[in-house]
């Protein structure tokens, strides 16, 4: 799965980032990369939570893709969702 993410520009070069799926190299859990989509050497950031990926991964997969295989995504979606989730954890566990 790859999509552009209206609204997170870079911190670079202000093109829009870049979701992407990635797996870890040890562990081989799925993450949500973002990644600068000009130049992948300006930005690369990773969301790890389990629950929120699958979650995410949930929603994703029950929404018909946009264009062939890519999928929008809305980055406020997924910036609220993760704060939510992540507040759920309690204080210190950001």
Do not use: N, W
């Not at 062939?68 to 993760?82: F, N, Q």
């Amino acid at each position: 799965m790859t999509s552009i993410v209206q609204g997170i520009p870079c911190l670079i070069c202000g093109d829009p980032l870049t979701v992407r799926t990635a797996r870890g190299r040890k562990s081989g859990k799925p993450f949500v990369m973002l990644v600068c989509g000009r130049d992948g050497r300006h930005f690369r950031g990773f969301i790890t939570d389990q629950t929120y990926v699958s979650e995410l991964f949930t929603r994703v997969e029950d929404h018909p893709a946009v264009g062939g295989s890519k999928v929008e995504l809305d980055a406020g979606e997924i910036l609220s969702r993760h704060s939510k989730t992540s507040s759920k954890l309690g204080d210190g566990d950001g």
